[in-house]
T-cell receptor, first 115, second 112 residues
């Protein structure tokens, strides 16, 4: 069975400090991993993805994520948080196996950056 | 949200009425998807379509129907059989099945 866990419903961080939003996954075969951000009453915006290659993936707005196969994790990071980063963040995974169709989402982590 | 439009942004209906949510994309994407978002539950897949005139049920298809007559359009009908239709509905598309999905701005449906 495929699943995604975002263990923290809420993350608070001071502006200028580094931030981490955690994600662990379970999937058959090689994982395709994604991070999305959602602002209030809006659709999701794609931030970054890991398909293969370098374990450190860089994405939009200064975000990056590190793929760790042994820990089945794909944590989202940013060196210096901005107040405008406050939003709801979703991790998602799908199997790279042929015939795998669905993208599975975590329940989301609400990030609040405190001025 | 660019390239994918959903209308209307807010929709109100009485219980027992069918309602159709619009989704259009001009990205020339092959695959399109409908998700439902409820507080604290993340996104759940309702239906998806990999190609025109073909679609498959997702995890929570009961009470919903779709059509894919044109590549750029994937309307979702919420029928009176859907027991708890009040939710935020998100449409998405992707170039191919395994590439990243791009989302529309969503439609918030309230049924009373």
């Amino acid at each position: 069975a495929q699943s995604v866990a975002q263990p923290e419903d809420q993350v608070n961080v001071a502006e200028g400090n580094p931030l981490t939003v955690k994600c662990t996954y379970s999937v058959s075969g090689n994982p395709y991993l994604f991070w999305y951000v959602q602002y209030p009453n809006r659709g999701l915006q794609f931030l970054l993805k890991y398909i293969t290659g370098d374990n450190l993936v860089k994405g939009s707005y200064g975000f990056e994520a590190e793929f760790n196969k042994s820990q089945t994790s794909f944590h989202l990071k940013k060196p210096s948080a901005l107040v405008s980063d406050s939003a709801l963040y979703f991790c998602a995974v799908r199997s790279g196996q042929t015939g795998a169709n669905n993208l599975f989402f975590g329940t989301g982590t609400r990030l609040t950056v405190i001025p | 949200d660019g390239g994918i439009t959903q209308s209307p942004k807010y929709l109100f209906r009485k219980e027992g009425q069918n309602v159709t949510l619009s989704c259009e994309q001009n990205l020339n994407h092959d695959a399109m998807y409908w998700y439902r978002q409820d507080p604290g539950q993340g996104l759940r897949l309702i239906y998806y379509s990999q190609i025109v005139n073909d679609f498959q049920k997702g995890d929570i298809a009961e009470g919903y129907s779709v059509s894919r007559e044109k590549k750029e359009s994937f309307p979702l009908t919420v029928t009176s059989a859907q027991k708890n239709p009040t939710a935020f509905y998100l449409c998405a598309s992707s170039l191919r099945q395994l590439t990243e999905q791009y989302f529309g701005p969503g439609t918030r449906l309230t049924v009373t």
